[in-house]
């Protein structure tokens, strides 16, 4: 990790901590203000801690574990010590949303510990939903989770709290509207499944078909017409490609984690896409 980088406090489907030394040199060589419009576990933006960033996700709970970072981390260590690697006790937070009067009264430190409790004990860190909007993940069975991360908390708190961040929960067209011109966009989506059977859906109950990847590229070719740079992840598909045909196009390797089948799981093609060469 970069010097000076700030550890992710979520584990994240898609997460790019293990792809920063591919997407660093490829990053403009001057940035304004940073936008992520999907910034999930926020690996790029805690390397590169810019000072000034509108930062958005259309999960609202994950937003609000940002806020709780910012505003009250240390209620939300103490919240957190409170939980233990269970199967009983995991079962009955999650089960938490199946109340939806009283998880509505609980307060915003408790629905924060919670998402960040249940993202290191369930299986993968995979935060899904079913069709009714409730975390369905089950239990991951880690020996010894590091649920309340203090020292990775109190540093985004640190830099949440220094820097001029928007943190919003919105459509992100709405976000990539309002940029000012030097801004510089980070697109990491849902991204187009490689095959009928590896779509992940579960992240929201409206998931991201291909119909939101073409709104997406529309969204790219207007932030291009206004001069805004943007770089974006995606999966190296031939319809992403052929999406982003008129822009150039970089081949990369991640390693995929999250698969049923252990031996599915390795390395596998991903594409950078830019507006811009340095």
């Known amino acids: 990790m970069r010097r000076g980088a700030i550890a992710p406090i979520l584990k994240w489907v898609g997460g790019k901590r293990q792809l920063l030394d591919a997407l660093i040199p490829l990053l403009p060589e001057k940035i304004g203000a940073y936008c992520e ?38 209620a939300l260590i103490a919240a957190l010590g409170e939980f ?6 995991f079962y009955a937070v999650r089960g938490w949303d199946r109340d939806r009067e009283r998880y509505a009264s609980r307060s915003d430190v408790e629905k924060a510990a919670r998402l960040l409790y249940l993202n290191k004990t369930c299986y993968n860190g995979l935060f899904r939903v079913n069709g009714a909007g409730e975390f369905n993940a089950p239990f991951g069975k ?3 989770p590091n649920i309340a991360n203090a020292e990775a908390l109190r540093a985004v708190s640190s830099y949440l709290g220094s820097a001029a961040i928007r943190l919003t929960s919105t459509d992100y067209a709405e976000v990539l509207e309002t940029l000012p011109k030097d801004a510089f966009v980070y697109l990491d989506p849902p991204y187009d499944p490689v095959s009928d059977t590896s779509s992940f859906t579960g ?21 291009h017409a206004r ?12 319809f ?3 999406l982003y ?12 984690t999250i698969n049923s089948d252990a031996a599915k799981r390795g390395a596998v093609a991903e594409v950078v896409v830019r507006n811009y060469l340095k």
């Open 37 to 74: 419009p999907f910034v999930g576990g926020g690996a790029l933006l805690f390397c590169l801690k810019p000072q000034t960033a509108f930062v958005n996700d259309v999960n609202d709970e994950l937003i609000r574990v940002y806020r709780v970072v910012r505003d009250d981390v240390e």
């Open 84 to 89: 233990r690697n269970e199967p009983d006790i």
């Open 142 to 144: 880690y020996r010894n």
């Open 203 to 223: 992240y929201s109950r409206g998931g991201f078909s291909r119909h939101e990847q073409i709104r997406l590229r529309e969204c790219c070719d207007r932030l």
């Open 227 to 238: 001069g805004v740079k943007f770089m974006l992840s995606n999966s190296a598909t031939d």
């Open 240 to 242: 992403i490609r052929e």
């Open 245 to 256: 045909a008129g822009y150039h196009v970089t081949e990369v390797q991640a390693k995929r």
